[in-house]
């Protein structure tokens, strides 16, 4: 039974200082310090790292407003956060809040027999819950590192990490990982 770190949505149009749509900026360092250690700790146990990304049509006008055309497929901030620690080329881009909406993730996951998810990233309250969701109703074990997550501010993000557990999601700090 394989094991994936999931990390989700760790970009510049997000995380850096002039995002287009920012989570709450005190969130980012801790988080970003947490997932790179979470990372080379998972690298030294042959987990499987898998990176996701948002990248959205310029033809999605509507979202793309609300979203402050953030994440725009080939812009550059799309691109994943120069501090976050890549450690190889498993990207899987999105468009919608679930990362299993990319079918390759899902036959990556389901190839390489993983049953086990940690994951890790932002927003808490939008695609983090979504792909949590999606996890759960796909029977995997899913566990949230409650300090590698980030969201729009502190309040939401509680909400979504206790909403997650409530639906039986595992939350851990990453010192426990």
Avoid at 97 to 110: K, V
Avoid at 140 to 158: F, H, M, P, Q
Wanted: charged share 25%; with cysteine.
């Amino acid at each position: 039974m394989g094991t994936a770190l999931l990390v989700l949505d760790v970009q510049k149009d997000f995380t850096d200082k002039n995002a287009r749509l920012p989570v709450a900026k005190k969130h980012v360092n801790t988080m970003l310090t947490s997932i790179n250690q979470l990372i080379e700790i998972a690298s030294t146990k042959n987990m499987h790292i898998l990176y996701i990304g948002n990248e959205f049509e310029k033809n999605q006008y509507i979202s793309n407003w609300f979203r402050n055309n953030a994440a725009l497929k080939g812009s550059e901030g799309a691109k994943l956060n120069e501090q976050l620690k890549v450690v190889n080329n498993h990207y899987f881009s999105k468009k919608k809040g679930n990362a299993f909406s990319n079918r390759y993730l899902l036959q990556y996951i389901e190839n390489h027999h993983i049953k086990n998810i940690y994951v890790v990233g932002l927003f808490a309250e939008g695609c983090v819950l979504e792909t949590v969701k999606q996890a759960l109703q796909k029977k995997y074990n899913v566990t949230l590192i409650e300090d590698a997550i980030a969201g729009a501010n502190d309040r939401k993000k509680s909400l979504a990490i206790r909403k997650m557990e409530k639906i039986g999601a595992t939350i851990i700090d990453s010192s426990l990982f």
